[in-house]
């Protein structure tokens, strides 16, 4: 096992707390971490063939290998079980599991997951299974891919195959990861696989992709009655760029009703907000009978990805939308401060008040859904040493903003868990491998792993939230005459 466990045991002062039915973990995705990409029958995704595009990557690397986790999946469950996380949410390859797309199933791409999935058991850490995260087989992007209607069909066929197969070993699925960024860098602003510059086809794939997802709920819902069923969605608070500008104020109307409502609001309201229809209507395709009873299928959770908040500016260019983000398209060398306000190397800014924002929203305008935060970490610039990574920003990163989830529970939120982002360091999609997120550094020369600092830290405050568990359980346990100094009674006091 390529894998370095240094004995650490330094206390972190302020840790954050929470309740004792708060699950904790740490998450990845398929294409970024398996490799394996041409192993066992798996067939091709439309990452595959864009990191095969010359000029795509960042780095010119592309998932080929990754993090090798196809041939190493036993060593990362150990990672797992060593940092003490209750909790793994991973994703299934679609084109490892049916290399078209549809038809024939790749048994051994069903028992990689088998085996991957009793290990999880085996090692007492529940999974949360990710159908979609972004590597569409490629078969299908050749028929249209999510700009056709029938890709709906396809998935659920997928859906159905995986549930066949895995469905007794998985009982917490979320259908589709962040279908905002999926469509728009890939349909619209062509920085991601497929690579299309295509407005048109970014609203048909948003509008299918959420079809996608009620029919999977649906499905899996009917299929298992103890399934717990939930999608991830990307959130962001929304500022204006320039306090004293009103037609900034505006940006934020417009960026609030594309990014947050157009996915938030037809999943858990039924309607799209007409609002933004009625500016985009050219592009927006048909909404046929039943499509939004579909969408607005009933749910068991709503997963959050959150980073950062999102600064706009107001842009009459851009037709129907009116507005354009502060962030760079091109993420900086590394990260930097500015005004006193840490960035990270992906030029995001350190806002852990927004997880707070988030969870409030959803409380006061959803009606307050059980969530997830499904993702949440930094990138920052990581350097062995001794055989260490003292990744103290990182580390600093996550306690604001646990921090900040452990406040809004306070408040009433009905935050049930908490997921860092990641597990590994991953091949960060058209970035390659130059910004890491891991709490376990990665040699992708060797394949060794390290433990980072922030993932000790995890371990210790698992440590505290386990102990705090089982004193909850031992108050909660009735206390018989036995116990009390007195033999022969079974009265209960």
Request: hydrophobic fraction near 35%.
């Amino acid at each position: 096992m390529h894998c370095k466990f240094k004995n650490k045991s330094a206390l972190f002062v302020g840790q954050p707390t929470f309740p004792t039915d708060f699950l904790i973990g740490t998450a990845t995705s398929a294409f970024q971490i398996e490799g394996a990409w041409q192993t066992e029958g798996k067939g091709e995704s439309i990452w595959d063939r864009f990191c095969h595009t010359t000029k795509k990557i960042g780095d010119g690397t592309n998932g080929d290998v990754a993090c090798d986790h196809y041939h190493k999946y036993l060593d990362d469950v150990e990672l797992l079980s060593t940092l003490g996380f209750q909790t793994y949410r991973f994703s299934l390859s679609w084109a490892r599991i049916m290399p078209e797309g549809t038809g024939k199933v790749n048994m051994q791409g069903i028992a990689y997951y088998a085996n991957l999935l009793d290990a999880l058991h085996k090692a007492g850490i529940t999974p949360f299974v990710t159908l979609y995260h972004w590597d569409l087989p490629q078969a299908l992007q050749d028929k249209g891919g999510w700009a056709n209607r029938d890709c709906a069909n396809w998935f659920l066929e997928f859906v159905e195959q995986v549930n066949f197969h895995l469905g007794a070993k998985i009982n917490n699925w979320i259908t589709f990861n962040e279908i905002f960024v999926n469509c728009v860098a890939g349909q619209f602003l062509g920085i991601h696989a497929p690579g299309r510059y295509n407005i048109w086809a970014y609203y048909q794939s948003l509008h299918n992709q959420l079809r996608a997802h009620g029919l999977a709920a649906q499905y899996l819902k009917r299929s298992n009655a103890n399934n717990q069923v939930g999608i991830t969605v990307d959130l962001r608070p929304i500022y204006p760029l320039d306090e004293l500008n009103p037609y900034d104020h505006q940006a934020v109307e417009f960026a609030d009703l594309t990014m947050r409502r157009m996915i938030l609001d037809p999943i858990l309201r039924g309607y799209y907000p007409q609002a933004h229809l009625d500016r985009i209507k050219m592009f927006f395709p048909a909404i046929e009978a039943n499509d939004m009873n579909i969408i607005n299928s009933p749910i068991d959770f709503i997963g959050i990805n959150n980073y950062s908040r999102d600064r706009v500016k107001y842009s009459p260019w851009f037709i129907g939308h009116k507005f354009w983000p502060e962030y760079q398209a091109k993420a900086p060398e590394k990260e930097y401060e500015l005004n006193n306000v840490q960035y990270t190397s992906m030029g995001w800014e350190v806002y852990p008040e927004g997880l707070y924002e988030l969870l409030m929203l959803l409380k006061d305008e959803y009606n307050n859904p059980k969530v997830f935060i499904t993702e949440n970490g930094a990138a920052f610039t990581d350097h062995i040493v001794n055989d260490q990574v003292d990744d103290i920003k990182r580390v600093e990163f996550f306690n604001a903003y646990l921090h900040q989830v452990s406040r809004a529970i306070k408040a009433g939120s009905n935050c049930a868990g908490y997921f860092a982002w990641s597990l590994l360091d991953n091949f960060e999609w058209h970035e390659g491998f130059k910004k890491r997120f891991g709490l376990v550094y990665v040699d992708h020369q060797t394949q060794q792993r390290t433990i980072k600092q922030s993932g000790y830290w995890f371990k210790s405050l698992l440590q505290t939230h386990k102990q705090n568990i089982m004193q909850n359980e031992s108050k909660s346990k009735p206390l018989t005459v036995e116990q009390n100094g007195t033999r022969g009674s079974n009265v209960v006091y």
